[in-house]
């Protein structure tokens, strides 16, 4: 009875070994499919239509119809050989040979042939398909050749004009705008070029050139309360045209419904950060900006005596349509250290965004520690000898003055001294940063890029202010940057320093020399205390991102054949199992 029962077991687990192979080549044969390859049945024609003339470009020669559709609608790829001969009394003399690359669904005659005939005469033009991503079930209607006559274009007198029409002469902003060409005749082979542009002939459409004289149309988008736009057209034939009237236009005026004052840019000076300047000051302007519907985007700001400026021009870039900044922009006054400059009244100049504020300011007086600076560095450089001269530029070529942490502001400011001992000026690029390891805790590395000019012979302090991150350590390291015109690398100042130590008070910051901010893109703006209203942030932290799912974007699929073969395992040791205790019981 026990080795009865061990062989029904044995054969029970057989049969099911069995079933699951089965069920697992059915699921396989269900999973297979069978891909039949597409047969349609290509057709190759003679599209041309004469008389053909000289000095015309002609791209549709042939027709390739597709005789099988609708039955058939996937997209064919297909390949065209044509060659185009001259027939004389006694030849043919193929003049050229050419392949071409197309597809269809139905039909199509767009880019079959590229043939342009510079003599009239009688020509040939054979064509054949020569290879297609189907089975074409009736190749012998692939190839094709026909005679046809060139007509010389000059030899043919015409009389054509051009004119454009639109089915109205005002439209509102946003509108599309259709309008048609008409010719006086249309027998002869054309091109017509058109474009649009405005009162001041500025286009405002690209030139586009057409074949034939389907409606056109263009969408208007202006941002004035209104426009006078004109469209424009040009005509060329193939035959020899009389008419002068190859040029055409035609006048259409889109008026703005929405325009409103809310589209208008302001801009308002609210503070001065000094009330007595001198000149060689740096000083601060608050401004109020609001930009509407405009695209242009500098703002500059400066002194002048309403001829000639006695300032640096400060430049800055506002990106974003109707929104309101407040700005603090710093503007350098140059020294007067030769009496150039007469003490009085001059003009706060900021302008922009088709806008212009102005506001007086009463300027006297001179920096005398920073003439005296000038003089001491003049003198020096003109009694040492090359060796000092050298020692100079590489030893005091730039110089950190003094840094510290503004707690209310956020803001780390340092004090940068250049000095420029050669005999002629340079331009010169300086930015900085805070960082700890590879994470700048200031923001972009070159957020407050600042350019100038110093002139020969002279230095300037320069002013860098760093926006600080509220989750930024306490201790960081600061790098400052300083980039001349005629170096590849910059010059570079580390230092580690603590963000809640205040160090020396910045005081007597003087210059003579162009200070210009090169214009900036809003997201840089922050460097002159940008403070965009109604705008807020949001900051994903290392540790927020540390916390997010990874997503592999790929799904994985495990066939019926591979489970088995995990299944498999298990059941041979099972079996293996049985086999064993099967076998023990016949030795018992």
Request: negative net charge; contains cysteine; proline residues 2%.
């Amino acid at each position: 009875m026990g080795k009865n029962a061990c062989l029904i077991l044995f054969i029970f687990y057989l049969l099911i070994i069995d079933v699951i192979l089965a069920e697992s080549f059915n699921d396989s044969e269900e999973n297979t499919t069978t891909e039949f390859p597409l047969i349609a049945n290509l057709e190759l024609s003679f599209n041309g239509q004469e008389p053909f003339f000289t000095q015309t470009e002609y791209t549709s020669f042939f027709k390739i119809k597709n005789l099988d559709y609708p039955e058939t609608k996937e997209r064919i790829i297909f390949s065209l050989y044509y060659n185009l001969s001259r027939i004389f009394q006694n030849s043919t003399e193929i003049l050229f040979e050419d392949t071409l690359n197309n597809s269809l669904i139905s039909y199509t005659t767009a880019d079959t042939s590229k043939i342009k005939f510079n003599e009239s005469g009688n020509y040939i033009i054979c064509g054949s398909i020569f290879f297609i991503d189907i089975i074409d079930e009736n190749p012998e209607n692939n190839a094709i050749c026909q005679e046809f006559f060139v007509i010389d274009s000059n030899s043919i007198s015409c009389n054509i004009s051009l004119s454009i029409y639109t089915d109205k002469q005002i439209y509102e902003n946003s509108e599309k705008i259709e309008f048609q060409h008409t010719l006086s005749n249309e027998s002869f082979p054309f091109e017509i070029e058109y474009w649009v542009s405005d009162l001041f002939d500025t286009i405002v459409k690209e030139r586009v050139i057409t074949k034939n004289t389907n409606k056109k149309t263009y969408t208007p988008k202006i941002d004035e309360k209104e426009a006078v736009l004109i469209i424009k057209s040009a005509i060329s034939t193939a035959c020899n045209n009389t008419n002068n009237n190859i040029l055409a236009e035609k006048i259409v005026i889109v008026k703005n419904s929405n325009f409103s004052l809310q589209n208008v840019s302001k801009i308002v000076i609210e503070k001065i950060s000094k009330e007595e300047l001198s000149f060689g000051d740096l000083f601060e302007v608050d401004v109020k900006i609001y930009k509407g519907d405009t695209r242009k985007t500098a703002i500059e700001a400066y002194l002048s005596d309403g001829e000639a400026k006695i300032s640096g021009i400060t430049s800055l870039n506002l990106e974003n349509k109707f929104r309101e900044y407040a700005l603090s922009i710093p503007i350098q006054i140059k020294s007067n250290c030769n009496d150039k400059y007469n003490n009085g009244k001059y003009y706060l100049i900021v302008e922009g965004l088709d806008q212009k504020e102005m506001k007086e300011l009463l300027v006297s007086g001179n920096i005398d520690s920073f003439c005296t600076k000038t003089a001491t560095t003049k003198k020096s450089s003109t009694t040492t000898n090359s060796a000092n001269t050298e020692q100079q530029k590489t030893g005091k070529l730039y110089e950190l003055i003094s840094n510290e942490y503004e707690e209310i502001s956020g803001k780390f400011i340092s004090l940068v001294k250049l000095n420029n001992p050669d005999e002629k000026s340079h331009m010169y690029t300086i930015w900085s940063y805070l960082y700890e390891g590879q994470k700048s805790y200031s923001g972009e590395r070159e957020e407050n890029k600042i350019s100038l000019s110093l002139d020969a012979q002279n230095s300037n302090e320069i002013i860098l202010k760093n926006k600080i991150d509220e989750n930024a350590p306490q201790e960081l390291n600061l790098k400052i940057k300083i980039l001349r015109e005629d170096r590849k690398t910059p010059y570079e100042i580390t230092k580690r320093i603590s963000i809640n130590k205040t160090t020396q008070n910045i005081e007597n910051i003087t210059a003579d020399t162009l200070y210009k901010t090169e214009a900036m893109p809003s997201e840089l703006l922050e460097t002159f205390e940008l403070f965009e209203s109604n705008q807020t942030k949001t900051n994903i932290t290392e540790k927020e991102e540390k916390s997010l799912p990874q997503i592999t974007g790929r799904a994985v699929y495990v066939s019926s054949n591979e489970k088995i073969k995990d299944y498999s395992i298990y059941l041979v040791i099972f079996l293996l199992f049985i086999i064993g205790l099967a076998i023990l019981k016949l030795r018992n």
